[in-house]
């Protein structure tokens, strides 16, 4: 009975995003306004559920595997197919948004609705530079690993091990992801900062004993990683040529 509650859960606002999505494809008959409304009201229904962790902890890396169809359907020209791995990739960030306590959820929902806007345009053709598909991800991302940093630093104060580690893992995966979308190595301080993260990461995965201090180192280290690659996104703005994402 708790396992169908909670995938009642999720599918209300998968259906509330899937509806959306639909009234924005060109072969719609609503108006721009009808769109705009039921746009907005999605986005409401989706704020107001809260997402218990059972439902959203197996989807944990998936929006990188859109983000990374969309570039490959972008290259290959398919923007309609491009388009709907973007959008798909917004919704997961809208669920994470909507989890219980979420860290970051308003910067969850504003990466959401920056790609969303950035579907409608490669739907369009009116984008054509894969530095402006790649800043969007990056952006996603690192909104992501500063979610679940501030997750892991909280499940640390609590002495949730388990959850630290889980939180820590998807804070460095998510980092990993962004560095390689923005196509910049980080300076010596910056990769020293990556170095320890990916050996505490290397223990987490291996289920090796890791310790509280090294918890918190990772979470300070994490920290220094997101705010240099937040430093780096804002003066490339959509000027540079950001990597492709391990395309």
């Known amino acids: 009975m708790r396992n169908f509650l909670a995938l009642c859960v999720f599918v209300a606002p998968i259906t509330v995003l899937a509806a959306v999505a639909l009234a924005q494809t060109p072969s719609s008959p609503k108006t721009a306004a009808e769109e705009s409304r039921a746009a907005e009201a999605g986005e409401q229904s989706t704020r107001q559920v809260s997402v218990p962790e059972n439902v959203l902890n197996p989807l944990i890396g998936e929006s990188e595997r859109n983000f990374r169809q969309a570039a490959s359907l972008f290259d290959k020209g398919d923007t309609q197919g491009a388009a709907s791995q973007i959008r798909a990739g917004a919704a997961l960030l809208r669920l994470e948004a909507g989890r219980e306590h979420a860290a970051n959820g308003s910067g969850l929902q504003s990466c959401a609705d920056e790609l969303d806007r950035l579907a409608g345009r490669v739907e369009h053709g009116d984008v054509s530079s894969r530095s402006e598909v790649n800043l969007a991800f990056a952006r996603a991302d690192l909104a992501l690993a500063e979610h679940y940093r501030a997750m892991a630093n909280e499940a640390l104060?609590?002495?949730?091990?388990?959850?630290?580690?889980?939180?820590?893992?998807?804070?460095?995966?998510?980092?990993?992801?962004?560095?390689?979308?923005?196509?910049r190595n980080p300076p010596t301080v910056q990769a020293q900062a990556r170095d320890q993260v990916h050996a505490l990461?290397?223990?987490?995965?291996?289920?090796?004993n890791w310790t509280y201090d090294e918890g918190k180192n990772g979470v300070s280290h994490l920290g220094t990683q997101i705010q240099y690659l937040g430093s780096q996104m804002q003066k490339v703005g959509g000027s540079a040529t950001p990597g492709n994402g391990g395309q």
């Open 157 to 183: 104060a609590k002495k949730q091990h388990e959850n630290a580690g889980r939180w820590l893992k998807a804070a460095a995966d998510a980092v990993d992801d962004a560095t390689r979308w923005t196509g």
């Open 201 to 208: 990461e290397t223990k987490i995965r291996s289920g090796a």
